[in-house]
């Protein structure tokens, strides 16, 4: 089983299209600055959202490629024909999207943070719960992803599809930072954060791996 | 109640198949068996649906109506056993371009949960893509990628095989050395079934005909 | 047989495509009676007779829609849901019929829902908008309807279509309550002390009545609108079987 998540990890590590989400999330969290105030009171206030809703538009911009070469050359078919259960070959392989292009975002995060004015110790919590919710909208995204993965618009309808799905975590996720601001507790939102993340995984892969497969059966 | 699979008694069978899209009826009340030692060879012109009965055989697609068996279990119920004995290569290859040759490889044979019964060189070889180890799939022709998802007969020996156009692209060297491992594999106790829309000299082999279309 | 024997086959009648046309087409015309009884009876005991709210004034008596209409797209999407469910576990295609037919008339009662809150609002708050916790849960309610409504267009093959809008379904209505949750958490952080200006007030008798009626009203006519369409999906779809054809020599 292990072997399978190594498999998956190498088609990735071949990808030259990693750093696209990443440069994307950077220069849209510039933006915001240019927007609106380059005036660190403003950007203090506005920071957590924006930095959320950049991460949220970046992970769907990297998701729309996750299944789409796998269901053109035919290797989802044979993932689904695989005597091993669907949804442990597709939580390999959404993890493996997830550390090559959620992580990134996870990571590069204390730097926006930087860039706009936040102190230390909310780039701290902005941390956790970017580290907490993008997994979640990897996953969510996914099924989104599966159920679009033969059609030819995809990417507007997958948006549509998705974004309503999004709006717990970002709610609790960017309002967790902001409390953090205020110098008011967050746990409760960091919980709920890992409460949906662990609903997302258990029950996410099942679902993806349904939705590929009436995907596969309309080729 | 699942009949003990030794290579001798194994068998496929659908009942009443029916399947339609949008009004357009493609396969109708079709019933077909195959069992081991047989090869079922289904022909047709482009669009009779071949493809169609194939995946639906494999399960990728559902019926309309009708049913698909085992060794006596419906494959929806017993879907993962079944799978351990099947090897699909259809239109789309499987191979992935940002993988080597010998990656895909590997790649195939750890999902098929069947142990290797031959060892990746000699598969190579029998395929005729000995020097292609470490070309990155993209680097392959159409037919050069088709061979690498053919060397899984080699490999990973199967049951049944579900061949769609197995000889679309393959020079008439390779159509023999696939005629033969057909040949073998039905000798063993395996069971194929295979499209073309060419008609192919199955005269070394026993096979029985479908034809599909109007 | 047994009782669960007798359910199960009651089930399976109902759904049987002949049987429920018929069935269908013989309640219609008191559906649509009922229907229009009661959608009277809500209007006027809404317009004339429940008192005016003492700050809204008449302007308010717009909640006799919102409400109903609100109500009906959460029931609607829940039928919706529970209907995709069936016919992914047990293939029947009458619910998946049903439930396409309520995808758009669901997102009909989500959109009347978000309009008359928006009228009712403007007079009060001087804004067309608010976002308030039951009008922005209304807002991704109705993401979630054309979401669905979207997937199910974009794939030719209708029956995969229901699987894979089917899936979505299911999905959505797992959210929903959390969605729901999240969105009147965040609400309670952004709104001031005082209750959203959007909640029911407390409710009298005579204010009850109307209230009711037009929620019953309401139900039916969504009722009425599924069975026909249902009906002519079921012409549609099984127009090579032997009872649609009997059906149409004997007109």
């Given at each position: 089983?292990?072997?399978?998540?190594?498999?998956?990890?190498?088609a990735?590590?071949q990808?030259?299209?990693?750093?696209l989400?990443?440069?994307?999330?950077?220069?849209?969290?510039?933006?915001f600055?240019l927007?609106?105030?380059?005036?660190?009171?403003?950007?203090?206030?506005?920071?957590?959202?924006?930095?959320?809703?950049?991460?949220?538009?970046?992970?769907?911009?990297?998701?729309?490629?996750?299944?789409?070469?796998?269901?053109?050359?035919?290797?989802?078919?044979?993932?689904?024909?695989?005597?091993?259960?669907?949804?442990?070959?597709v939580?390999?392989?959404v993890?493996?999207q997830?550390?090559?292009?959620?992580l990134?975002?996870?990571?590069?995060?204390?730097l926006?943070?930087?860039?706009?004015?936040?102190?230390f110790?909310?780039?701290?919590?902005?941390?956790?719960?970017?580290?907490l919710?993008?997994?979640?909208?990897?996953?969510?995204?996914?099924?989104?992803?599966a159920?679009?993965?033969?059609?030819?618009?995809?990417?507007a309808?997958?948006?549509?599809?998705?974004?309503?799905?999004?709006?717990?975590?970002?709610?609790?996720g960017?309002n967790?930072?902001v409390?953090?601001?205020?110098?008011?507790?967050?746990?409760?939102?960091?919980?709920?954060?890992?409460?949906?993340?662990?609903?997302?995984t258990?029950?996410?892969?099942f679902?993806?791996?349904?939705?590929?497969?009436?995907?596969?059966?309309?080729? | 109640?699942?009949?003990?699979?030794?290579?001798?008694?194994?068998?496929?069978?659908?009942?009443?198949?029916?399947?339609?899209i949008?009004?357009?009826?493609i396969?109708?009340?079709?019933?077909l068996?195959v069992?081991?030692?047989?090869i079922?060879?289904?022909e047709?012109g482009n669009?009779?649906?071949?493809?169609?009965?194939?995946?639906?055989?494999?399960?990728?697609?559902?019926?309309?109506?009708?049913?698909?068996?085992?060794?006596?279990?419906?494959i929806?119920?017993?879907?993962?056993?079944?799978y351990?004995?099947?090897?699909?290569?259809?239109?789309?290859?499987g191979?992935?371009?940002?993988?080597?040759?010998?990656?895909n490889?590997?790649?195939?044979?750890?999902?098929?949960?069947?142990?290797?019964?031959?060892?990746i060189?000699?598969?190579?070889?029998?395929?005729?893509l000995?020097?292609?180890?470490?070309?990155?799939?993209?680097?392959?022709?159409?037919?050069?990628?088709?061979?690498?998802?053919?060397?899984?007969?080699?490999?990973?020996?199967?049951?049944?095989?579900?061949?769609?156009?197995?000889?679309?692209?393959?020079?008439?060297?390779?159509?023999?050395?696939?005629?033969?491992?057909?040949?073998?594999?039905?000798?063993?106790?395996g069971?194929?079934?295979?499209?073309?829309?060419?008609?192919?000299?199955?005269?070394k082999?026993?096979s029985?005909?479908?034809?599909?279309?109007? | 047989?047994?009782k669960?024997?007798?359910?199960?086959?009651?089930?399976?009648?109902?759904?049987?495509?002949a049987?429920?046309?018929?069935?269908?087409?013989?309640?219609?015309?008191?559906?649509?009676?009922?229907?229009?009884?009661?959608?009277?009876v809500?209007?006027?005991?809404?317009?004339?007779?429940?008192?005016?709210?003492?700050?809204?004034?008449?302007?308010?008596?717009?909640?006799?829609?919102?409400?109903?209409?609100?109500?009906?797209?959460?029931?609607?999407?829940?039928?919706?849901?529970?209907?995709?469910?069936?016919f992914?576990?047990?293939?029947?295609?009458?619910?998946?019929?049903?439930?396409?037919?309520?995808?758009?008339?669901?997102?009909?009662?989500?959109?009347?829902?978000?309009?008359t809150?928006?009228?009712?609002?403007?007079?009060?708050?001087?804004?067309?908008?608010?976002?308030?916790?039951?009008?922005?849960?209304?807002?991704?309610?109705?993401?979630?309807?054309?979401?669905?409504?979207?997937l199910?267009s974009?794939i030719?093959?209708?029956?995969?279509?229901?699987?894979?809008?089917?899936?979505?379904?299911?999905?959505?209505?797992?959210?929903?309550?959390?969605?729901h949750?999240?969105?009147?958490?965040?609400?309670?952080?952004?709104?001031?002390?005082?209750?959203?200006?959007?909640?029911n007030?407390?409710?009298?008798?005579?204010?009850?009545?109307?209230?009711?009626?037009?929620?019953?009203?309401?139900?039916?006519?969504?009722?009425?609108?599924?069975?026909?369409?249902?009906?002519?999906?079921?012409?549609?779809?099984?127009?090579?079987?032997?009872?649609?054809?009997e059906?149409?020599?004997?007109?």
């Amino acid at each position: 089983m292990a072997m399978l998540i190594r498999d998956l990890r190498i088609a990735f590590r071949q990808r030259a299209e990693i750093m696209l989400p990443v440069i994307f999330f950077v220069v849209v969290v510039s933006l915001f600055p240019l927007a609106i105030s380059p005036d660190p009171a403003v950007l203090k206030t506005i920071g957590p959202g924006v930095i959320w809703v950049a991460a949220l538009l970046s992970v769907l911009m990297s998701l729309q490629n996750l299944f789409r070469s796998d269901f053109d050359d035919g290797a989802i078919e044979q993932i689904l024909l695989s005597p091993y259960p669907g949804a442990l070959l597709v939580l390999a392989r959404v993890l493996a999207q997830w550390c090559v292009t959620g992580l990134p975002l996870i990571l590069i995060s204390p730097l926006l943070g930087l860039l706009l004015h936040l102190d230390f110790h909310i780039i701290k919590v902005l941390f956790v719960s970017l580290l907490l919710g993008v997994p979640y909208l990897s996953m969510v995204g996914a099924i989104g992803v599966a159920l679009t993965v033969g059609l030819r618009q995809a990417g507007a309808l997958l948006s549509l599809l998705v974004l309503p799905l999004y709006v717990p975590v970002l709610i609790f996720g960017s309002n967790a930072v902001v409390s953090a601001a205020k110098d008011m507790s967050y746990n409760g939102q960091l919980l709920w954060l890992s409460a949906l993340l662990v609903i997302a995984t258990t029950l996410g892969p099942f679902v993806i791996s349904s939705a590929l497969k009436v995907s596969c059966s309309y080729r | 109640m699942n009949r003990p699979v030794s290579s001798g008694n194994a068998e496929l069978l659908a009942e009443n198949l029916s399947y339609e899209i949008n009004d357009k009826l493609i396969l109708t009340d079709l019933s077909l068996a195959v069992r081991s030692g047989e090869i079922l060879f289904i022909e047709g012109g482009n669009g009779s649906g071949k493809t169609t009965l194939l995946r639906i055989l494999c399960g990728l697609m559902q019926a309309d109506e009708g049913r698909i068996s085992w060794n006596g279990e419906s494959i929806q119920s017993a879907l993962l056993d079944c799978y351990q004995q099947l090897t699909y290569i259809g239109h789309a290859t499987g191979v992935k371009s940002d993988l080597t040759t010998i990656e895909n490889i590997r790649f195939f044979s750890a999902i098929s949960g069947l142990p290797a019964s031959s060892d990746i060189q000699s598969a190579l070889e029998w395929v005729g893509l000995s020097g292609y180890e470490n070309s990155p799939g993209r680097h392959l022709s159409y037919g050069q990628q088709r061979r690498i998802a053919l060397s899984r007969l080699m490999i990973n020996s199967s049951l049944l095989w579900i061949l769609d156009e197995p000889f679309a692209g393959l020079d008439k060297k390779m159509i023999e050395k696939l005629q033969d491992r057909f040949v073998e594999h039905a000798d063993d106790g395996g069971l194929l079934i295979l499209t073309s829309h060419q008609s192919i000299d199955l005269n070394k082999m026993n096979s029985i005909r479908i034809h599909l279309g109007n | 047989m047994s009782k669960v024997d007798k359910l199960w086959l009651w089930f399976h009648r109902m759904a049987s495509p002949a049987y429920f046309y018929n069935i269908a087409g013989r309640l219609l015309p008191w559906i649509a009676v009922a229907t229009i009884i009661l959608m009277l009876v809500g209007s006027v005991g809404g317009l004339v007779y429940a008192p005016a709210d003492y700050q809204q004034g008449d302007g308010f008596r717009i909640i006799y829609v919102h409400v109903p209409s609100a109500w009906m797209s959460m029931f609607v999407y829940m039928v919706m849901a529970v209907n995709s469910a069936i016919f992914l576990i047990w293939h029947i295609k009458l619910s998946d019929i049903v439930a396409r037919s309520s995808a758009v008339i669901g997102a009909s009662f989500t959109f009347l829902a978000l309009v008359t809150g928006s009228i009712w609002g403007k007079p009060m708050w001087g804004t067309w908008w608010i976002w308030d916790a039951r009008l922005t849960s209304e807002l991704i309610l109705l993401f979630l309807y054309l979401g669905y409504i979207g997937l199910r267009s974009a794939i030719d093959d209708r029956r995969v279509a229901g699987r894979a809008a089917g899936i979505l379904a299911l999905v959505g209505a797992i959210n929903i309550p959390i969605i729901h949750y999240s969105v009147v958490w965040w609400n309670t952080l952004h709104q001031p002390a005082s209750v959203s200006k959007l909640d029911n007030p407390s409710i009298e008798l005579s204010m009850l009545i109307p209230l009711l009626s037009m929620a019953l009203a309401f139900k039916l006519f969504y009722l009425f609108i599924v069975l026909v369409n249902s009906r002519s999906e079921l012409l549609e779809q099984e127009k090579r079987s032997q009872w649609v054809k009997e059906l149409v020599t004997s007109q």
